[in-house]
């Protein structure tokens, strides 16, 4: 162990704990109470509602430590959680950070991995209240939950959209997949050589769309500027087929989703080309985007036509009609929600 | 793989979580929206505050299920997070549920997890509101978060206790540890023999202490029956020793506790000199009792003498006296938090 670095057991559990949370200090005024007792305290208005979240990381599931950076880890491990927030037309104030470590990390380490979770938590306007750490047998375990807030009424759900609603989607997709496609293939060129240096040249939007997500603030708050309460929203983070299924599973509601409509950046389709793969199969079932996916009554086309950064994809549905991708001469093919099953033996083997 | 039993792969994530949330009903009128959206919702009024609390536990650090049953299993692992609700005069009303989940177990093996883990949510009035749940490489993880509410200005810190308060607490100390030896002693007799049964006669009270403990939430509302409102509280999950140098840490006192006032129950002692242990040193530092350790002013005394179950064992001092064990013989032995560290490398590697 390198001179710098501290086992863990030397500090303890509340010794690493204090490291951790070091100068962490509340930015919420609905944060009352943070870490340090047996629970947090928070204060909500009587006009909001309160949202809760949770998201659980495993090492070598969800996650590669030789090509992911602990920093970007933590950074993204509570990105994902926003956006779940931000999903339901919430804001996130609070998170709780749940760690499992084993013997191989160091208290630096540790403190990478929470450096990237405060800086995401600076960014995003949210306090730390709390948390458990524990030691871990087998490789680091990440579990997040968040607690945001929304006007009273005003929390977005999955289940309301209606026929001839509008589909819309914020910024593009497959980028993320293709980023975890880019580094699995430099991790396997790296093998048994020393010093290799990847190459990401002309790709380091993939990369970062892999290794640092952001979540969609600027959307929620765009969609309030302009008027707009969706019908439904959800995250995209099995991917757009997936999520799209859920919107309509749970409206009770079907859709049309065009492929000429699905907003994919030029450096997603180059890799796609490269490694030989179905870009809007990439797009579709990708992943990992964390963009925002909604649906808007008709009259409100003209305002999401004029958001930057937001494009109407598709429309919903009576249910007898089925989910579908209309592609590009005309023919309608059923979606299936291939998502990320992370549960389905081969998927877990091959991970 | 008996015939009764089912791959968790042939129901993939939704289909697991579609069969685990069965029939679940929402018992609080504060759960707006409960699983199957980004968030839940819920609704506090303006007098009340959030409380929220979370803890991890992994299989071979936490739990051992050679002897656990996957039932007890989910009732301690919500019992534990709605005990620090109650160790805050809170009521907890929600919990979220995120499993990591090996293959060797199928879906009835979860199922039955789940199954405890509703029983314990019924007992208490908690809603199950959300989670995740992923595949992992290396058995079972559970990371369950629990919010509940405290009316304003009633959360009870682990900061305000005072010089001359009182130290209290509730139930008995050390059973759940002894619990834990007993049952690791039957373990170890059970290596290599076919149809063990193991011998709890006559101990069946620590057996249930480690298996299937409970959280206070009677003492809690006695409390306020009877008009007290603690200056500190906190419970009892690492041990009397470590928890009441919490308290004294963070309100900057210090304490004395008696010895002959420590309540034991007379199974715990008789396991404590079968196993050949310091019956004192377990009460202190065992650990997982889950009892509800706090301080109310010297005023009170009488009050919380009237109550059955909470014993008075002490009293706070100012901090330059240090925090102390009075000894039956009236010696004073400084107390230690060695309580459980569960990231000390040989803690670690003795599980």
């Not at 949202?51 to 990105?79: I, R, S």
Request: with cysteine; aromatic share 6%; glycine share 10%.
């Amino acid at each position: 162990m390198p001179q710098s670095q501290t086992e863990i057991s030397t500090l303890g559990e509340f010794g690493l704990i204090d490291r951790l949370t070091e100068g962490l200090e509340i930015s919420n005024s609905a944060t009352a109470v943070g870490i340090g007792d047996d629970a947090a305290v928070l204060k909500y208005s009587e006009g909001s509602e309160v949202l809760v979240t949770t998201d659980m990381l495993l090492e070598n599931v969800h996650f590669d430590l030789t090509y992911v950076p602990l920093k970007h880890l933590g950074y993204k491990a509570v990105v994902v959680n926003l956006s779940d927030i931000y999903a339901m037309n919430g804001t996130p104030r609070q998170i709780t950070v749940s760690l499992g470590i084993s013997q191989r990390f160091t208290v630096e380490h540790i403190q990478e991995l929470y450096a990237g979770m405060r800086i995401a938590c600076q960014e995003y306007g949210v306090d730390i209240v709390g948390g458990d750490t524990c030691a871990s047998h087998q490789g680091l375990v990440i579990s997040i939950t968040a607690i945001g807030e929304a006007p009273a009424g005003k929390a977005v759900r999955r289940n309301g959209a209606k026929d001839t609603d509008l589909v819309c989607v914020s910024g593009d997709l497959g980028a993320a997949y293709m980023g975890l496609q880019l580094l699995e293939r430099e991790k396997v060129a790296s093998k048994g050589m020393k010093d290799f240096v990847p190459d990401f040249a002309g790709k380091e939007y993939l990369v970062e769309r892999q290794l640092k997500p952001e979540a969609r603030r600027d959307i929620v708050r765009l969609l309030a500027q302009n008027g707009i309460l969706p019908t439904s929203m959800i995250d995209v983070s099995d991917g757009l087929s997936s999520e799209i299924m859920h919107i309509c599973k749970q409206s009770g509601t079907g859709c049309r989703i065009y492929e000429d409509r699905i907003p994919i950046d030029y450096q997603t389709a180059v890799m796609a080309e490269e490694l030989n793969m179905n870009l809007v199969t990439a797009a579709l079932n990708g992943g990992e985007d964390y963009e925002l996916l909604f649906t808007v009554p008709l009259t409100d086309h003209d305002k999401v036509n004029a958001i930057e950064g937001i494009k109407v994809i598709g429309y919903i549905t009576k249910p007898e009609l089925g989910c579908a991708l209309v592609t590009r001469d005309g023919a309608e093919i059923p979606l299936k929600a291939q998502g990320w099953n992370p549960l389905a033996a081969d998927k877990a083997q091959e991970q």
